[in-house]
């Protein structure tokens, strides 16, 4: 059984941190390619990072590169987005996701707000 489990969502003030985490099963993880998601309120789920299978290439959506970084463990099955310097439209629900497929998980919320 297939599962992608999300954590590390919260509550920052603009300027501040998270780091997302996504935990993978039932599939052989090690050989996807893994992106996050991010779907702001009553907006439409884009992709924010995707990291390659052996995580040599990473790949950002233009509102974000600079600011998130998209890395993986395969020991531990776990894609991360490590997101600094948040802003106000950063705020929303982020997912991970196997590249090509319909694995997603649950998702985790992200509120930066004053």
């Known amino acids: 059984q297939v599962q992608l489990v999300e954590f590390g969502g919260g509550w920052v003030q603009p300027g501040g941190s998270l780091t997302l985490s996504c935990v993978a099963s039932g599939f052989p993880f090690s050989t996807y390619a893994m992106n996050w998601y991010h779907q702001a309120p009553g907006k439409q789920r884009e992709v924010v990072a995707r990291?390659?299978?052996?995580?040599?290439?990473?790949q950002y959506d233009n509102a974000v590169r600079g600011r998130f970084a998209i890395s993986r463990d395969d020991a531990k099955n776990t894609v991360f987005l490590q997101m600094n310097s948040l802003k106000t439209e950063d705020t929303g629900v982020y997912y991970c996701?196997?590249?090509?497929?319909?694995?997603w998980g649950q998702g985790t919320q992200v509120t930066v707000s004053s």
């Open positions: 996701n196997a590249h090509t497929t319909d694995y």
């Open positions: 990291i390659s299978p052996n995580g040599s290439i990473l």
